[in-house]
């Protein structure tokens, strides 16, 4: 299984036009140990799963099982986004969401 999950990260990898030292620098982890996950040496943990199948525009159960998952493509672009976008914008939408959520949870 952790080859066949390895396959699909390094074909979406490549697709994205990022190198592997890009894509470990982006998880926060070593390049050998990116390179060990696209290899299929290691398995690659659940929350770096979900960071990559947001960041690839994916399902999770597309990258763990190779079957095509439905989203809805307004969620995944937002959430391609907020996978790119730096500390500052990612607190924004967070107080946004958080108001907004309180705010509807007063209403109720």
Excluded: N
């Amino acid at each position: 299984m952790e080859k066949e999950i390895g396959q699909r990260l390094k074909t979406l990898r490549k697709k994205l036009g990022w190198s592997q030292a890009q894509m470990a620098e982006w998880l926060c982890v070593s390049h050998r140990s990116y390179q060990s996950r696209e290899q299929g040496q290691v398995f690659c943990p659940i929350p770096d799963l979900v960071k990559l199948a947001t960041l690839f525009g994916v399902t999770l159960d597309y990258l763990i099982t190779g079957e095509e998952g439905v989203r809805d493509k307004e969620a995944d672009r937002f959430l391609r986004y907020f996978a790119l976008a730096d500390q500052r914008d990612k607190d924004l939408v967070l107080r946004i969401l958080a108001d907004a959520i309180a705010e509807r949870l007063e209403k109720t």
